[in-house]
């Protein structure tokens, strides 16, 4: 049995028909504006960024480290955020974004289990160097 692939299906836009679009065009330019987005001086409108599935990995990685905490929540809560960005929000100052990097199922099981504690004053960084030498 054949399934198509949904990025195969071509949308049309315009009521004319002259424009056509395909899926991959729609997501190229949802991933550009949630990429704008994150650089956005609104935080509203980073948090929306960070929110989003689509949201590119580099523009996560830039809002894992913007100043408001609520944009930090939202990445450490994104499934698809890049697994080293846990790695710096596991030691987020604020409790609610580590908390949310621990309820992440994303999250790396190796961060999970640092944050759990009871590893002295061994940084995150420490850690998981050990554990990867081992």
Known sequence: MSSIHPRSI????SLDGKFLFTLDDLARAEAQ???ECARHPDPNERMRAASS????AESLSYLRRDLHPHVRLRVADNICTPAEDFVVLAEDSDPQVRAAVLN???T???V???MRGGYGDMSLKEFLETANAD
């Open 10 to 13: 071509k949308l049309h836009v």
């Open 33 to 35: 504006v949630l990429a």
């Open 53 to 56: 599935q689509t949201t590119p």
């Open 104 to 106: 992440n199922p994303s």
């Open 108 to 110: 790396p099981p190796l």
């Open 112 to 114: 999970k289990i640092w």
